[in-house]
């Protein structure tokens, strides 16, 4: 089995090669977590938070998606106005240009003859065409102009009189603002053709956007050139960034002012809200009397009244039920005092009645017999009933005084020694080497411990009761042990409850009257302790009372853990005694009879009255640990009973058994 055991954890390891990273993976989470668990928390205790929140994000995202679509359909608007009065004044300045040169190059003289006027340089005339073309749009569009063959990489700059090169207005730099491409397409159009350009100037300014519009002219010679009109942007960049500007404003504006008016209106809502789980809580607490301040006739106003009827009715029935049970509870003790006269009595008289048996014949001598017996389970019944109304009328009192557990201990054990040996059990008391000193009443505590042990003799099948005690971290604890049947699924949780029974068709052999673990409980409540059950099928079970080490303190643990380390789970074992991983068929083992079992070992089994009974292993002797740490308070225990119950499972070997 160990050599199986080994290797299953190979290959888990094999299996899961990050196995070892994932600690320090949940540790660097937990660190990036921690800034933002109280933003997290905030975010999700605040309802007016997220609704101003969720607001503010889609009023932005409102005003940022209108934004775009304004500013692109003025941008589009801008451009198609700017587009088109450039493309009107550009065919307007190539007529005018195109009547110039058709007018100088043919004029008359006085007799009506034509003389050419190829005498004028083209490279002249061009220089005067752009300064008299540039000097009327200033600011508003420059002039380029290139002859056929015009070198471009030699800019002449304005007023250049090389007949060859591109001549320019505004300090416009020809060849990196005329594209390429658009040169080429004039080239071989004869209309007027428009291209987006990046118009630079060779002052050190940065380029600017333009629109480039050009045609192919002849000159006043009869050759061809090529003459653009480049329109800047810069007005229309102006009124596009006055434009954000002024959306950008009134969106922050539209934002803020929405996020303010969903504070408004949330808070309006969220206050009575807020109102009302205040009240709620304040009602959860006891204080009946609350009740919301209603204004209007709203949905909110008729919620706040429906709150306060709601609350009204609580208070009402809540005061018919706190009568009711005060009403009971003076019955039960006025039933149960009242009793005690004829009780006194009639124990008195069968007290005459069974000292005097002797003379009696059998069946009579029988009956007094059983009339002394229930008469004794009547005075405890009336005692624990009495125990009982005062925890429920809150009136029980708590003698707190230094005592030892371990004497404690010993007292019960002692008394309950008779039953032991009647019922074939050994009472073993461990963990009594050192002191265990409390703060606790010891009428109290000897009570929770008597109905305890008394209970895991009857209930423990003729084996042993270990009783554990221990202490550690401000608190003391002690553990009774048994190993009879045990407890089903559910029961655990039921076992403090008044009057009740595992089976009901069970005889209290001993006089129980079913109110022993529910004062248990109770008593262990006073001391501002715990009493927790846990049970398995055939395994047995085992209560744990823990109280504080110094009357009043908190408990954070307990010293001794609620499942024992020898129950079926911790062992590895089904409920059958078989191991719950086999690697190979193995036989059956033959565990040792526990002293009191009364029977010999048949098979793994012990023979009780003739028949054969599932025998639980013998309780292993605790080695000396001079050197062991003490014992830790199991961090695990929480308040309340506790209780916790394994499910008895069965597992199919692989050889069938």
Not at 108 to 137: C, K, M, R
Not at 341 to 358: G, K, Q, S
Request: glycine share 10%; net charge neutral; hydrophobic share 40%.
């Amino acid at each position: 089995m160990c050599a199986s055991y080994e290797r299953e954890r190979l290959e888990s390891r094999l299996a899961d090669p990050l196995r070892g990273l994932r600690p320090v993976i949940r540790s660097f989470v937990r660190w990036v977590r921690r800034p933002v668990q109280p933003a997290t928390r905030l975010w999700r205790r605040n309802l007016q938070l997220r609704v101003v929140a969720f607001t503010l994000l889609m009023s932005l995202g409102v005003v940022l998606l209108l934004g775009f679509v304004v500013i692109g359909q003025v941008k589009n608007g801008l451009l198609d106005a700017k587009e088109k009065a450039a493309t009107n004044q550009a065919t307007g300045g190539f007529s005018i240009a195109q009547d110039m040169a058709d007018k100088g190059s043919q004029s008359q003289d006085a007799s009506g003859s034509t003389t050419p006027y190829g005498s004028v340089d083209s490279g002249i005339w061009l220089n005067h065409l752009v300064e008299q073309f540039a000097s009327g749009g200033k600011g508003v569009y420059w002039i380029v102009a290139r002859s056929p063959g015009a070198n471009d990489d030699q800019s002449l700059g304005e007023g250049s009189v090389n007949a060859r090169g591109p001549r320019s207005s505004g300090r416009v730099v020809p060849e990196q603002s005329i594209p390429q491409s658009l040169i080429e397409a004039v080239e071989t159009h004869t209309g007027a053709l428009k291209q987006y350009t990046m118009a630079k100037t060779d002052d050190g300014s940065p380029p600017r956007p333009a629109l480039a519009v050009g045609k192919r002219l002849t000159d006043i010679n009869g050759k061809t050139y090529q003459l653009y009109y480049l329109f800047p942007f810069d007005q229309e960049e102006k009124t596009l960034g006055l434009v954000k500007g002024t959306l950008a404003t009134a969106g922050i504006f539209v934002v803020v002012l929405l996020g303010a008016i969903a504070w408004l209106v949330t808070r309006q809502v969220v206050t009575p809200v807020r109102m009302a789980a205040g009240i709620a809580e304040r009602l959860a607490a006891g204080r009946l009397q609350e009740r919301m301040e209603v204004t209007g006739e709203d949905d909110i106003a008729r919620l706040g009244e429906s709150f306060n009827k709601m609350a009204q009715n609580l208070q009402v029935k809540i005061q018919q039920l706190e009568d009711l049970s005060r009403m009971q509870r003076r019955f039960v003790s006025d039933v149960s005092h009242e009793l005690r006269t004829p009780l006194t009595t009639v124990r008195m008289a069968a007290d005459v009645i069974h000292d005097a048996r002797t003379d009696f014949d059998p069946v009579t001598a029988r009956s007094a017999e059983l009339l002394q017996n229930q008469l004794d389970r009547f005075e405890s019944l009336l005692s624990d009933l009495l125990e009982i109304s005062r925890f429920d009328a809150g009136a029980a009192e708590l003698a707190a005084e230094p005592i030892d557990l371990r004497e404690v201990v010993r007292r019960v054990v002692d008394a309950a020694e008779p039953l032991a040996e009647r019922k074939g059990s050994r009472v073993v008391v461990r963990g009594d080497a050192q002191p265990v000193i409390a703060e606790a009443d010891p009428r109290r505590v000897e009570r929770v411990l008597r109905n305890l042990v008394v209970n895991a003799i009857e209930h423990g099948e003729g084996r042993d009761v270990v009783v554990r005690l221990a202490t550690a971290d401000g608190a003391v604890a002690v553990a009774v042990r048994d190993y009879g049947v045990g407890l089903k699924p559910g029961e655990a949780t039921r076992v403090f409850n008044r009057f009740w029974r595992a089976d009901p068709a069970r005889a209290r052999t001993t006089g129980g009257t079913g109110l022993g673990l529910s004062i248990a409980v109770e008593d262990a409540r006073l001391h501002g302790g715990w009493l927790q059950a846990w049970g398995e099928p055939g395994g047995g079970s085992q209560f744990r009372m823990t109280l504080p080490r110094t009357a009043g303190d908190s408990l954070r643990g307990s010293p001794i853990p609620l499942e024992p380390d020898d129950s079926w789970r911790n062992r590895g074992l089904t409920s059958s005694g078989l191991p719950a991983r086999a690697a190979a068929p193995l036989g059956p083992a033959v565990p040792r009879a526990s002293a009191g079992d009364g029977g010999a070992v048949d098979g793994g089994r012990a023979r009780q009255n003739g028949t054969l009974a599932p025998q639980m292993p013998a309780i292993p002797a605790l080695p000396p640990m001079p050197n062991a740490p003490p014992p830790t308070a199991d961090p695990a225990a929480l308040p309340g009973n506790g209780a916790r119950v394994v499910e008895r499972r069965e597992t199919v070997q692989e050889d069938g058994v």
